[in-house]
């Protein structure tokens, strides 16, 4: 009889955790979300479930997001949520422990590398291996980043956005800044408290920016009611926002991220920059979705953008990638970075 071990592939994002099967594809996608009784730290729900209670817990219960720009925020949480799904994709049995595929942003400190590592040992890996996220991002989007030819990929997520230029299986130029979909949604809950007086919490936020804001002007003509609660009178009410109003709203977060791209785009050695040029830089991560975000990206670089299929899934299915072959795993993970759990 010959024992398989599962292969896990498990992009840890700071909104969503996503998670892949070798042969199965991916097999979950949950908030990145745990909520729990505060005064005992006793787990009461994970992922949709704990989403759901996100500015809706009554005293005694919080729900937390163990991921903050990019990175593991509290430990714990973040090991319970990953022991909770590593699990749940092995099966109960699991007999021999998974290697597990994991992805970190480009700009991450050795510590925060470590605790990844060491949270997906103590949820029961067996080897753990760190793929930088644009790698994974590139791949999953279906660049093939090994011809010695410039490739640009943006992965907007909800913490981080990666810039990062490509060639050759590695990475020629990048950035990594701590501004992503989150950074989004703060940026509308401000504007609407300091122009309206009015607080809006973070789901409603998030709603308004899917589901009216644009990136780029005139891009988009929506308006909706957002609900809240009055600063002054203390009591429920609303105000219309239109797209407009939410892309003047989203101006800080935006200029950063075109900042960041045109920062690497400047590093990037002319002849790589003449390749992307032709190919175009392609969008991946949650916050690519945004409206109009292709065209204010190409405005800012004066390059062709082009949003990948799924952008959400793209890092997750790059770790699949990564899993189909042993070879093309170490050169990812790095020999000298690949880390040995077992
Ligand atoms: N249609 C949409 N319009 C605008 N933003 C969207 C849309 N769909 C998803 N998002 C945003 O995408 C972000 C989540 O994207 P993603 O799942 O790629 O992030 P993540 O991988 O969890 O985060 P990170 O990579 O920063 O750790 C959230 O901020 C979410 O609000
Ligand atoms: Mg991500």
């Known amino acids: 009889m010959v024992l398989l071990s599962a292969d896990i592939g498990v992009d840890l994002g700071t909104a969503s955790i996503k998670v892949l099967v070798r042969g199965k594809g991916i097999v979950l996608r949950e908030p990145s979300v745990v909520a729990i009784q505060t005064d005992s730290g006793k787990v009461v729900a994970i992922g949709e479930a704990a989403r759901q209670m996100l500015g809706r817990t009554p005293g005694g219960i919080a729900a937390v997001r163990p991921m903050r720009e990019g990175v593991i925020d509290d430990f714990d949480l973040a090991l319970h949520m990953l022991k909770h799904y590593i699990h749940r994709v092995g099966g109960r049995g699991m007999l021999v422990r998974p290697r597990v595929v994991i992805c970190v942003p480009s700009g991450v400190t050795s510590v925060e590398r470590r605790a990844v590592v060491e949270a997906v040992t103590q949820a029961g890996a067996r080897h753990t291996y760190l793929i930088?996220?644009?790698l994974a991002a590139a791949l999953g989007a279906g660049i093939d980043i090994w011809p010695p030819s410039g490739s640009m990929v943006i992965d907007i997520g909800g913490g981080t956005t990666d810039v990062a230029v490509l060639s050759l299986g590695g990475i020629v130029a990048s950035a990594s800044i701590r501004v992503g979909g989150d950074r989004c949604d703060e940026a509308l809950i401000r504007h609407i408290r300091r122009e309206h007086n009015l607080l809006i919490g973070e789901r409603t936020a998030e709603e308004l920016?899917?589901?009216?804001a644009t990136a780029y002007p005139g891009g988009r003509d929506l308006k909706t009611e957002v609900r809240g609660r009055d600063l002054v009178?203390?009591?429920p009410r609303t105000v219309v926002?239109?797209?407009?109003?939410?892309?003047l709203a989203l101006e800080e977060p935006?200029?950063?991220?075109?900042?960041?791209?045109?920062?690497?785009?400047?590093?990037?050695?002319?002849e790589l920059a003449a390749d992307i040029v032709d190919k175009g830089v392609i969008l991946t991560g949650g916050g690519s979705l945004l409206h109009g975000?292709?065209?204010?990206?190409?405005?800012?670089?004066?390059?062709?953008?082009?949003?990948a299929e799924d952008p959400i899934s793209c890092v997750v299915l790059g770790t699949g990638k990564a899993l189909e072959s042993m070879e093309l795993l170490r050169v990812l993970a790095g020999s000298g970075?690949?880390?040995?759990?077992g």
Do not use: N, Y
């Open 233 to 235: 009178a203390g009591l």
């Open 293 to 307: 975000m292709d065209r204010f990206t190409s405005d800012a670089t004066g390059v062709p953008v082009l949003v």
């Open 254 to 270: 935006l200029q950063a991220i075109a900042v960041a791209v045109r920062g690497v785009m400047e590093a990037t050695p002319p």
């Open 132 to 134: 930088e996220e644009p």
């Open 337 to 341: 970075r690949a880390q040995d759990a």
């Open 241 to 247: 926002m239109t797209s407009e109003e939410c892309r």
């Open 209 to 212: 920016k899917m589901g009216v």
